[in-house]
């Protein structure tokens, strides 16, 4: 899974990447509900047009819970445990594993806007693994 | 058939002409072999892969990136047509080369990381979103003739 190589580039670029824009989280999210509009089933009760407040709001809470998980690369589960119960047994995003990806590209394309030539292969590939793991993690407590 | 707006029609070819084909296309396909290794089983031939560093610097992959988005390039200029335009790839595929179809899908997600990474802020929501649609479709068309 995630080499020690990868949890550096991981850490680095996204302290990179949250400071450069303020509204990672709002940006990923709208992008998703843009080219993938089955998204927006789960948020009936959301305003989803562009800079909406509680897209953005939304959007700080996911980024904040990303920023836990890098924090916390050593102990995903642990680290992400309430939310794996609360995407199980609340939110039921289903398929997990297919939606969760969807997310996972958005925001995969907002850190290549933010950081050009420095979203390497290899920051992409430790990226990659990294929001698999926590998909995985968020899926975990399905069945 | 694939319906496209004026604007999605707009959207794509207008980004596609600041595209350098060769280079977009090493890249994405380099980024593929890095990314997902396991694609790696489909270029035995290809040599050195045993690294980041090996496979960007990899000629064999360098050339054959640029094959791919070169056939990318087809189906945007038959973007009413692409299920026919990729009729014999698709076969070639399947008969031939034994490619999952998912991997169609993967390298279309790349594509879009790469062109996010060269075009910033100009990749913007709509565009991305087309450019999703039009991924989807040719990895349709390239899965369609599989039996």
Same mark, same amino acid.
């Not at chain 1, 899974?1 to 990179?16: C, F, P, R, S, V």
């Not at chain 2, 490619?99 to 990474?117: H, K, Q, Y």
């Given at each position: 899974m995630l080499t020690a190589e990868d949890k550096k580039l991981i850490h680095q670029t996204w302290? %990179?990447?949250?400071?450069?824009?303020?509204?990672?989280?709002?940006?990923?999210?709208?992008?998703?509900? *843009? !080219? =993938? &509009?089955? *998204? %927006? *089933?789960?948020f009936p009760h959301f305003d989803v047009s562009h800079g909406s407040e509680q897209v953005r709001s939304h959007g700080k809470k996911v980024v904040s819970a990303l920023g836990n998980a890098v924090k916390n690369l050593d102990n995903l589960s642990q680290a992400l445990s309430e939310l794996s119960?609360? =995407?199980? $047994?609340?939110?039921?995003?289903? &398929? &997990?594993?297919?939606?969760?990806?969807? #997310?996972?590209?958005s925001l995969? @394309?907002?850190?290549?806007?933010? #950081?050009?030539?420095? $979203? *390497? &292969?290899?920051? =992409?590939?430790?990226?990659?693994?990294?929001? !698999?793991? @926590?998909a995985a993690v968020l899926a975990e407590k399905y069945r | 058939m694939v319906h496209w707006t004026a604007e999605e029609k707009q959207l794509i070819t207008s980004l596609w002409?600041? +595209?350098? +084909?060769?280079?977009?296309?090493?890249e994405a396909l380099?980024?593929?072999?890095?990314? $997902?290794?396991?694609?790696?089983?489909?270029?035995?031939?290809?040599?050195?892969l045993s690294s980041p560093t090996a496979i960007s610097g990899n000629p064999k992959v360098h050339a054959h990136g640029k094959k791919v988005l070169t056939s990318f390039g087809e189906?945007?200029?038959? #973007?009413?047509?692409?299920k026919s335009t990729y009729a014999k790839l698709s076969e070639l595929h399947c008969e031939k080369l034994h490619v999952d179809p998912e991997n169609f899908r993967l390298l279309g997600d790349i594509l879009i990381i790469v062109l996010s990474a060269h075009f910033s802020k100009d990749f913007t929501p709509a565009c991305q979103a087309t450019w999703q649609k039009l991924v989807g479709v040719v990895a349709h068309a390239l899965a369609y003739k599989y039996h």
């Amino acid at each position: 899974m995630l080499t020690a190589e990868d949890k550096k580039l991981i850490h680095q670029t996204w302290d %990179k990447a949250v400071a450069k824009q303020e509204d990672i989280g709002g940006e990923a999210l709208f992008r998703m509900f *843009t !080219s =993938h &509009p089955q *998204t %927006k *089933t789960y948020f009936p009760h959301f305003d989803v047009s562009h800079g909406s407040e509680q897209v953005r709001s939304h959007g700080k809470k996911v980024v904040s819970a990303l920023g836990n998980a890098v924090k916390n690369l050593d102990n995903l589960s642990q680290a992400l445990s309430e939310l794996s119960n609360l =995407h199980a $047994y609340n939110l039921r995003v289903d &398929p &997990p594993c297919f939606a969760l990806q969807l #997310l996972s590209q958005s925001l995969q @394309v907002v850190l290549a806007v933010n #950081l050009g030539k420095e $979203y *390497t &292969p290899e920051v =992409h590939a430790a990226f990659d693994k990294f929001l !698999s793991a @926590v998909a995985a993690v968020l899926a975990e407590k399905y069945r | 058939m694939v319906h496209w707006t004026a604007e999605e029609k707009q959207l794509i070819t207008s980004l596609w002409g600041k +595209v350098n +084909v060769e280079q977009c296309g090493a890249e994405a396909l380099a980024r593929l072999l890095i990314v $997902y290794p396991w694609t790696q089983r489909f270029f035995d031939s290809f040599g050195n892969l045993s690294s980041p560093t090996a496979i960007s610097g990899n000629p064999k992959v360098h050339a054959h990136g640029k094959k791919v988005l070169t056939s990318f390039g087809e189906a945007i200029k038959n #973007l009413d047509n692409i299920k026919s335009t990729y009729a014999k790839l698709s076969e070639l595929h399947c008969e031939k080369l034994h490619v999952d179809p998912e991997n169609f899908r993967l390298l279309g997600d790349i594509l879009i990381i790469v062109l996010s990474a060269h075009f910033s802020k100009d990749f913007t929501p709509a565009c991305q979103a087309t450019w999703q649609k039009l991924v989807g479709v040719v990895a349709h068309a390239l899965a369609y003739k599989y039996h």
